[in-house]
């Protein structure tokens, strides 16, 4: 573990611990502010994410600076990362070994940025933070406080362009994340 930014971001700079190595564009670290409240935790980077190395760029990225608006949420104030920061090639979930060799980083990421609210966006955030028991369907929306981190499990972005009913189920999910945020004022 590092206890500053710098090292930790060269430490990842030529990683090859896992296949996605072979075939990535960039790194997707990770981007936003710091020192947090919130930080957002999705899965993996796309296309557009391998290609800018930014997290949530492309489609499904726009649709959730969308939601951030209706709600409030300025993405410059919260913290955005992923599950692995390099792209499984054709958007196939991450594998095992891959998430394996990955987790210390976002466990890093986590130390540093001391979010009091974790958003993790979609069943792979959910199941490999909270544990595979946990199922997107019955989670979202529903708080899980862990080590004085309190959890919102919801949709992922990419599932609201699949079913558009789901956006309400976002939209509710990101408003009880913004009103606990200001508990933490
Ligand atoms: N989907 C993700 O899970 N993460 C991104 O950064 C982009 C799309």
């Keep these: 573990m590092y206890n500053n930014w710098e090292d930790l971001e060269k430490s990842i700079e030529k990683c090859k611990k896992c296949k996605l190595c072979t075939t990535r564009q960039n790194i997707v670290f990770g981007e936003g502010n710091r020192n947090a409240k919130i930080m957002f935790i999705g899965e993996g980077p796309g296309a557009d994410e391998d290609k800018f190395a ?5 489609r499904a990225g726009k649709l959730m600076d969308m939601a951030f608006e209706a709600v409030g949420i300025n993405r410059q104030e919260v913290y955005i990362a992923n599950i692995v920061k390099c792209r499984p090639p054709g958007n196939r979930d991450p594998h095992e070994d891959e998430v394996l060799a990955c987790m ?9 940025v001391k979010p009091k609210i974790i958003v993790l966006l979609g069943r792979i955030a ?18 899980v406080e862990k080590k004085e981190i309190m959890y919102m499990p919801t949709w992922h972005p990419a599932a609201l362009l ?24």
């Design 104 to 112: 210390d980083y976002l466990r890093n990421q986590v130390i540093l």
């Design 162 to 185: 699949r079913d558009e009913t789901k956006k309400i189920d976002f939209i509710k999910d990101l408003i009880l994340v913004d009103k606990k945020s200001q508990e933490f004022e």
């Design 126 to 143: 959910l199941q490999n933070i909270l544990g595979k028991e946990y199922r997107i369907t019955a989670s979202r929306g529903i708080w």
């Design 54 to 58: 930014k997290p949530f760029v492309g």
